[in-house]
C-alpha cells in the first residue's frame, strides 16, 4: 500500500530533484506540493522536464492541509525556513524528513554556534541525523530527520571508516570539489555562467560552516575544510587525507573499507586503482569510493551527487527506512552514460 | 510476464544507453549482453556507472544462443554491422530492433545510393520506420524495426505536421545543433575536449547522409541540412525554417500542431513563447517542440535527446508496441533538473 | 604620437574588454577610467585578471573632466544611457566611439520603433555605422560612431556580398549562436550556471531587435532573425540562408567573396570546405567565414568574438580609422589554442 | 635588434601557444618553425587560429638549418625527444630553452630514476632549471634551460617561500587541478568531450610523475601530490597543504609571501580572502596565489595557466633573461576577461 507523501518546497533544486523522485516512487502516493511564491504557478514553468507530466497543484504550505493529505512531509525549504514548518507537521502527526540545515544537530549549542538561534528548539530533542549507513535504526523509529548537507556526507562516508577503526590521528583535511547546483536556484555573480564557466576556485577556505557537521560526525576529529566550485551542474568530489596511526597497506585499507561498505546498498568502493567521478553517480543515490596509500597516508575519494545522495535521494532513502520498505526503492537507477 | 530480450552492442553510447532503460524496464527480462572487443571484461569498466549493478555477463555475439536466450533482440551495433546480425536473429525467429543505419530504408537503392550495397537486402523488404508517431501500426506488427536517426527524428517530427497537411511548400531549411555524444564514443580531433568545449562549429553542411532520410519521410521534400556540434553532451536542438503556401497565424499552427500531437505521450508542443531547450528531455523519450510564425515563414524547434528519443528511448518505444505493452512502458521518466 | 583617450564604463563586459585592448594599444594614452556603481573601488575587484596591472583609477563620469583629459572617448555603457554622455562628450569637442545601441541609426524614427524616443537626437544627425568594412572612409571623418550590435555584424559581414553583388533574392534567414557573455553581466535565471550549462535554446525567435538593424545594412532585406543561446563564453556563430537568383557554383561564390574581403585585414575566407568556429577567434577582432551552395541556396557561416570584433575590437578599429593609423594597430593578436 | 629564435615543434598544446607568444614579441624575430608529421603543412590547418597571420612555413627539424638561421632555439617536442634536439643545437652553438622533460633534472640519476635513461647526459651538466623565481641568475647565463613542469610551477611557488623560510614541516599535500589540455592534444578516451564534461576526477593519485620535481625544488621535502583532471580547457588551481612549526597568523604568513614576491612581476598576492582562479590568469605568464591559515596549517592556493607560466609563456620569460631583455617583454597582457 503505498504511503501518503506532501513535498513542501518544490521550485529550489532540492525540491525539484525530489519531486523527481517521489513522483516515480513506487511506494509513495504524491497527495500534496507545496512552494512558496511559486504556488499557483504551472509546474511546467518551475520545472520544464514537468512539461506533460501529472502532478498535484502547486499550492501555497498548510500545516493542516498537509497533514490531512500525508503521512509524511519531505521539506525542501532554504535552511531557516524549515524550523517552523517542521514543528508544525510534527504536531499535526505528520512524520518529517527535512533537506535544509535545521535539523542537522541534536544539541541547541551546537545549531546555534553556526546558524544563530533555533527557533524551535524542542524539535532538536528527536530530530535523527539522517545518514543511513550510520544511523539505520534510530532513522526507521524517528518522527524527524535531519538530512546530512552534502559535503558531509562525501567527507563523513570517506574518512568515517578509518576514523572509527581508530587508524586516523591528527587532523583530517577535506579538499571538496562540488558542481555548481550546490550553490541553489538564486542566481548570483558567482554563479553566473560567463564567470563561472571555464575556471575553478576555492571559497570559504578553512571557514564554511560544513566543517564542524563534519567533525560533530567523525568523532570530533579536526576538519580543516576546503570547498571548491568546478564547472559541472551536479556532483561532488571529496579528496580527504587522513594520516595514520602507522604505515598501512593498500590491502588492509581495501579491507576495511569493504568491511564498513560491502553491505551497503549505496556504497561502492571502486577496484583497486580506479577513482571515482561524480559523472558516474548523477542523478542516483550512489556514493564511489577509492582509496589509496602511501606509508602513514590514507587518501580517500568520494563521489556523490550533491542533489541526489546530498539531499534528496538520502531523503528518499531515510524515507524508505521510516516507512518500513526495502531502503534501495525507488532508488535502484544508474546514472547517464555519458 | 516479462519478455525476454536481448541487448547486442552494450558498448558504445547508444548501446549503453539501451543497458540502461532495459535493465530498469518492468516487462524485459535481459537475459544476454553481448559485445566485441568488450566481452568478457566486467560491465562496470565499459560502464562505471553500473558499479554494483546486477547484469548479464559481456559475452561475444552468437545467434544461436541469443535466439536461445529472447524473443527480442535490441541492435547498437556499428553502422553497416548490423545488417548481418539482424538477418541471422530474423533466421532464428527472434524479433529485431535495431538502433543503427543498416534498416533504415525499405528500399535497397535507396539504401545504397547513401551507404553503399546492403549485404542483407532480404531484411530490406520487411523493415520498418521506427518512428512510432508516424507507423505505430506496422511498428507493432514487424519482426524488424530500423529505428531513425537522431537529427532525422527531430527534423521529422518538427517539420511533418505542416509537411503533411499541405502547408509548408519549396525546401525546407533544418538547421540542426547536436551534443557531442551524437559523433560516437571513439575518441577524436573533433571531440577532443580542449578542443570541443567552449567553441562550436558545423560540419559537413549540406553534405550529411541524414538528409535523404529526412526528404523521404517528409513527402520527398527537398531538405537543406547543416548539422552544428554544440559543446553539451547530449541533445539536439533542431531549428526548421519552412515557407508556407500562404500566411498563417500562430494560432493556427499550434492548432495544426495540437492536432498532431496532443495524444501523443511523448511528443510535447510547448506553450505559446516557449523555446525548447534538449537539457529537459536529457535521458528521456520525450520531444519538446516550440512554434513560431512571421508571415509565411514557420519556425519550428524541436529538442530531444539524441541517445534517448534519437536511439534507445526509441527503440523501448518500438518494443513496447511490438510486444503489446503501453507505449510509455519503463519510459515514464523526466529529465533531471538541473 | 599617443592620442589621449577615456573610458567611460568600464565594469561591464564591453568595458572591460576595451580597457584590455586600449591598456595595450601602443598608440592610446589612457587617461581617464570612469564608471557607475564601480567608481572608487580597485580595478582588481571589478576584474581580477587587472590584479597588479597599472591603469588609471575608476572614477564617475564628468564630461568636462574627460574632455579635459582626453580627445577621444569610448563608451561602454548600458544602452540607453550613453545617450547623453555622447552629446555631453561632443558638445566639449570630445570625439566619442559609443558602443552601445544608441547611436546605430541615424534616423530618429527609425530608432525610436525599435528603443523608443531618443533623448538627443542631435547626435543621430551625424552618427556614422560603425562598421569598417563597409564605411571606412566616413568613419575616419566623423565625430561620433555607433558601432554595430554583435549579431549584425556577423550576419552583415556574411549576407552583404551576395546581397550588393543581387545575387541574394527575398529573405535573409539568420539562425545564430551566441556565447552567453552576449547576455552582459547581470546574473539572471537565464545565464544561472546550473541551467545553461550542458543545454541550449532559442530566445525572442522572430522577435529580437537587432533584425531591423541588419536589414536596414543589407539594403532592406528582410531578415527572419533567430538566435540561440549557447554554453560558452564568447562567441557568435552566425548560419544565414540566402536564395540565390539562380542557381551559382561555389568556386563563384568564393571569387565573389574573395573580391568583397581579400583586402579586408580582419575577415577572412576559410578554404573550401573549412567551417568556422568562434573559439578561433575568441579575443581577436577578427572573423572567419565559410561558405557553402547548393543550387540556390547559399549557407554563409560567420564566426567572431560578440566582444572583440563584435563590440570592443570593431570599436578599436575604428578609433584607428578616426585617428589616423594603421587599421589594425593594437588588434594584431590571434585567439588562444586551444 | 631583434633576436633570432626559432620554434622546433609547432603542432601540440605547447607549441602552438609559444608561437603565439614568439610572433607577437617584439624583440624576436621568429625565422623557422619546425614540425614533424606536419610540415610543408599550412599553419591555418594545424592551427586554425592562425588563418591569414603572416608565419614562416612549417618545416622538418634540421639542427644546422635551425643554426643557420637563429641564435635560440625554443623546443616544444614530446617528452623522451626533445634529448637529440637539444644535444644537436648545443653543439651548433644555439642556446635552447627546452618546454618538454627532457631537462628539468641536472642529475643523471633522478631523471632516470623517473623518465629512464637520457640519451644525451652530457646536457643535463649545463642545464639549468628554468624557474626565474628562484635560478634568474643562472638562467640569464645559461645555454641550456629546462622549463619546468606545469605542476611543479604552481606547487612550488606556492610552497617555497613557507619551506624556505624553514616554516613548513613534515610532508607537502598538493591537491591540484588541471585544465584538460594539459593531457596534450592527442585524443582519447580520457580527454573524449562525452566522457570528460560535467564531470572529474583524480588520476595517478601519488603516482604521478611530477612529484619528484617539485620534491627536489622545494628542499626534499616528500610530497603527496594528488592531479585532479577538471572540465576547463586551460588552467592549474594547486591547493597546498603545509603542516608549519608552530601556529602562525595570516598577517604573518601574507608579510613573508609579500617579501618573497613583491618585487616578482608575474607572481600576485591576492587581496586577504581573495581565491585564485585559473581563469583570470588565462593566457597569460602570471600566478594569482591565495593564502590562508588555520594554527598551524598554512593552505596556498596557486593559479597558473598551465600552457602559460607553466609552459611556453615561463619559456619566453626564461628567454627574455637570457637574451639581456626586460624580463616582461612580450608578457604584459592580461587575460581575457569573462
Redesign the interface.
Known sequence: MARRAALVGASG?TG??AL?LL??HPDIDLTALCAGRMAGRPL?EV???????AAPPLEPFDPKAVAAAADFAFLALPHGTAQDAAADLLAEGVRVIDLSADHRFDDPAAYAAIYGEHRRPGSLAETVYGLPEHNRGRIAKSRLVGCPGCYPTSVILAASPAVRAGWAVG?V?A?C?S???G?G?N???G?????????????K??AHRHAPEMSRNLGGARV?F?P?L??????I?S?V?LRLDTPRTLDAARALYAEAYDDEPFV?V??AG???????????N?C?I?L???GD?L?V?A?IDNLGKGAAGQAVQCFNLMAGLPETTGL???????
Not at 47 to 53: C, E, H, I, R, S
Not at 194 to 203: K, N, V
Open positions: 533544486y525539484v530533484e523527481r513522483s516515480r511546467a520545472a520544464p522536464a514537468f512539461t506533460g507530466v587532523d583535511i579538499d570539489k558542481g555548481v547546483s550553490a536556484r542566481p548570483g555573480a554563479t553566473h555562467y560567463p564567470e563561472t564557466a571555464d575556471g575553478l576556485h576555492a571559497y577556505t578553512l580543516h576546503v571548491h568546478v564547472p559541472i551542474v551536479r556532483g568530489l579528496t587525507y561502492h571502486l577496484p580506479a577513482h571515482p567521478d561524480p559523472r558516474h553517480v548523477r542523478g542516483t550512489r564511489h577509492g589509496f596509500v602511501d597516508l587518501v575519494q563521489a535502484e537507477h544508474t546514472a547517464l552514460f555519458p
